[in-house]
């Protein structure tokens, strides 16, 4: 097939047939009826047959596409068909005189037509997210499906597409006189040279054979596991295979994905290791997938645009083009070089280390034992009452300790609390990729290594082979371009001697970039490959230890019982609260909704002062006679209604209510109580006794002891009554109760309910 075929293809709109048109073809090809309704399709027009007995999807297409090129999608359904752990796909359903695919004319033009079987599943496009149990069960479908065509053949996937990711560069320059948009146009057209100049050298070495080749959220079926999840196990849609690159199917998968990343292009790699375990990848490969997976994006942009302009009226095109801009820009965020470290990592295949054995001192004036490093962690003992959120912070930590030690450095690899941002969705940039130095005014700064020097404005960099020195801070002594050996001068620290001053050093293997000073906990083990660790430079101490909050979890799991449960299948490790967030130990802030005990909020300073005050003075039981339990019953009772001037002290919530029963007990001489169904009360025999909800007991049903009597819980928005009258019904429910108790003529001690 010729490019010039392609290219018309690329101009066609979706085929000019109607619901009624298509009908009468059902009628008349297959004896079928029923109700029809239209599919999305980018040129294609797809209608689906619900006959009340079973669905059908209509395929109506151009003559443009050759008969063997539908002959080869038939083929392959029936291929899969025939492989043990394939997933699912569609039968193909012959027309009454036993044809696959059959022509029609329709207003003096003709189509080709094939009628398959409707897939029942729910898709996976239109949901703002999807779990990380999705997105792998994604990528090991692709996987799966790959692994079912790798033996198959057949003429019609020979075919020039414009989907084909071999074909990528000249498609784009073929889709981009579509774009009105002069800078858009000029964006994406750079993105695909980019693209493309990584894919070239790795071309010969990526596998070829038959690829379904858009296997997307629209494309998939899917079944929801027992947590709710949604698994596909379903393909449809074979109107793209092909016999192309089979990392490209992996590409177009991942790419599909991102729309639904929230800002995180990692958020592809479950797929990907998912993918790996199934059918393994080849280092090449693994490389060339995230160039691919911007060329994709680059051509769902560009193909959209051009088809929104030759067919307004595509809805699906239209409602697809938002998501698909959104993909283009989430594959543009970030460096190729730190996705392509990102796939490798996730399938377990590191990158070589940059050599730094033979590195000369940076501050040759200074030996590296006596710089002392600042802790500037979620855990640091400096920090206290939110004062991390003040903007100098950590610079004033850091000078505190450069004046007390003579030279101090901040830590590399260290989760920041003072990056933190509170009330945010997505995760702060905590990670820290640099380190910055609190040292002598005038001290010198030498060149490491061999390299060239490149400064702009404030910012110097020293570019070697394969890594370069940025640094922040110092008064250059050298030209822009200058050629420097190991050892040799750069320039000294800016200030006065006997002043401090300050210098900021990373290290990166990113040519010409300047990387970032911090990145988010997810993109750690990656940038953290690309930026590595100023240790060679300034001493072992600059790392931070890494949280340990898996072997801290195994230890709790061990050691503690196993009723009392922890919070979230994978809990984030909580190491400080303030106010009303608490902070995991990278960094990151959550809004506590879900505490009991925290009456004041967290770190309230003026109740850690008190409680200090009063432990280093004493700290006892309420049986000893002292000024504060006198001072502080009178004090409350004060706040309680008139009548109320008596209290119980006691240490928590479970005792507080079993306290509760046994005065209802003993007031009343009866022992009945009635409880609201789903209520929590607490742990001890007689709390829990009236605790109703089966999340905390699983046994309640069954355990509750006959003195309890459980009526419904008010809820008028999802309860048995609902709505403004649903007052009377919760009431009568608790009449029937209490003329249960009375039946008995034991009397009822008391009432017990959750105030929310």
């Not at 109700?35 to 294609?44: C, F, H, K, P, V």
Request: net charge negative; with cysteine.
């Amino acid at each position: 097939m010729t490019d010039e075929t392609l290219a018309d293809r690329a101009t066609l709109p979706r085929p000019d047939v109607t619901a009624v048109e298509a009908g009468d073809i059902l009628q008349s090809r297959y004896g079928l009826s029923g109700a029809i309704t239209e599919l999305g399709s980018q040129q294609d027009r797809n209608y689906r047959l619900d006959t009340g007995e079973r669905s059908y999807v209509l395929k109506i297409c151009h003559v443009t596409y050759e008969t063997v090129e539908l002959e080869a999608q038939n083929a392959a359904i029936r291929h899969i068909g025939t492989k043990e752990d394939a997933p699912r796909v569609p039968h193909v359903i012959p027309s009454t005189d036993g044809q696959d695919i059959i022509a029609v004319t329709v207003r003096d033009q003709t189509f080709q037509v094939r009628l398959l079987e409707y897939l029942e599943g729910e898709g996976l496009t239109h949901r703002k997210h999807l779990p990380r149990a999705s997105v792998a069960a994604l990528g090991a479908l692709c996987a799966r499906l790959a692994q079912s065509l790798a033996d198959f053949t057949h003429p019609g996937l020979d075919r020039s597409l414009q989907w084909d990711l071999r074909r990528a560069g000249p498609v784009a320059v073929q889709l981009l006189s579509a774009i009105t948009d002069s800078a858009a146009r000029d964006r994406i057209a750079k993105t695909m040279v980019s693209a493309v100049r990584r894919i070239q050298p790795l071309a010969p070495s990526l596998r070829l054979q038959a690829v379904h080749h858009d296997v997307t959220g629209d494309n998939v079926v899917s079944r929801r596991d027992e947590r709710g999840h949604l698994v596909p196990d379903g393909v449809i849609d074979f109107g793209d295979i092909i016999r192309g690159w089979l990392i490209g199917d992996l590409a177009v998968t991942c790419a599909s994905l991102l729309h639904q990343a929230d800002g995180d292009p990692q958020y592809i790699l479950p797929a990907v290791k998912a993918y790996h375990e199934v059918y393994p990848l080849t280092e090449e490969e693994l490389r060339a997938l995230w160039p691919l997976v911007v060329a994709r994006a680059v051509i769902l942009v560009a193909s959209s645009e051009q088809q929104i302009s030759i067919d307004p009226e595509n809805d699906y095109v239209r409602g697809n083009l938002e998501l698909e801009r959104r993909i283009f820009d989430m594959a543009v965020s970030v460096p190729f070089e730190l996705m392509e470290v990102a796939v490798l990592k996730a399938v377990g295949i590191e990158t070589a280390a940059v050599s730094m054995e033979d590195w000369r001192p940076l501050l040759p004036d200074i030996d590296p034992a006596t710089i002392s490093f600042v802790d500037l962690g979620v855990q640091s003992p400096h920090f206290a009452a939110g004062n991390w959120a003040q903007s100098d912070m950590d610079w004033r930590l850091l000078a505190r300790a450069a004046a007390e030690t003579g030279t101090a450095a901040t830590r590399y690899g260290e989760y920041r609390l003072s990056r933190s941002k509170p009330r945010s969705a997505t995760p702060s940039a905590t990670f820290t990729l640099h380190s910055d130095v609190c040292l002598a005014g005038g001290s010198t700064v030498a060149a490491p290594f061999a390299g060239k020097v490149i400064r702009k404005d404030h910012h110097f960099v020293l570019a070697g082979e394969g890594v370069s020195l940025h640094l922040d801070g110092i008064e250059p002594s050298l030209e822009n371009e200058a050629e420097v050996e190991p050892g040799q001068p750069l320039g000294t620290i800016s200030g006065e001697s006997g002043s401090l001053g300050g210098l900021r050093v990373q290290l990166s293997t990113l040519p010409g970039v300047e990387p970032p000073l911090f990145c988010t906990p997810q993109e750690a083990m990656a940038w953290s490959e690309l930026c590595p660790s100023p240790a060679a430079l300034l001493g072992v101490g600059v790392n931070a230890p890494k949280p340990a909050s898996a072997a801290l979890f195994a230890l709790r799991q061990a050691h503690l019982a196993r009723p009392q449960k922890n919070y979230y299948e994978i809990p984030p490790q909580m190491e400080r609260g303030w106010q009303e967030h608490m902070f995991d130990v990278e960094g990151r802030a959550y809004l506590d909704m879900l505490n009991n005990v925290t009456i004041l909020g967290h770190g309230h300073p003026r109740l850690a002062e008190a409680v200090s005050e009063q432990w280093l003075r004493l700290n006892t039981n309420s049986r000893f006679h002292y000024g504060a339990i006198a001072e502080f019953s009178e004090r409350l009772t004060s706040l309680a209604p008139e009548g109320l001037d008596a209290v119980f002290l006691v240490n928590s919530g479970s005792e507080a209510n079993d306290l509760a029963l046994r005065l209802a007990w003993a007031h009343t001489g009866a022992k009945h109580m009635l409880s609201l169904l789903e209520a929590y009360h607490g742990w001890s025999v007689a709390s829990d006794a009236v605790s109703t909800s089966i999340a905390d007991n699983p046994e309640a049903l069954t355990t509750r002891p006959d003195w309890v009597h459980a009526v419904l819980s008010p809820n008028t928005y999802r309860g048995a009554f609902r709505g403004s009258e649903s007052t009377i019904g919760y009431v009568e429910a608790v009449v029937d109760a209490l003329e249960a108790v009375d039946a008995r003529g034991e009397g009822l001690a008391g009432f017990i309910a959750e105030p929310v």
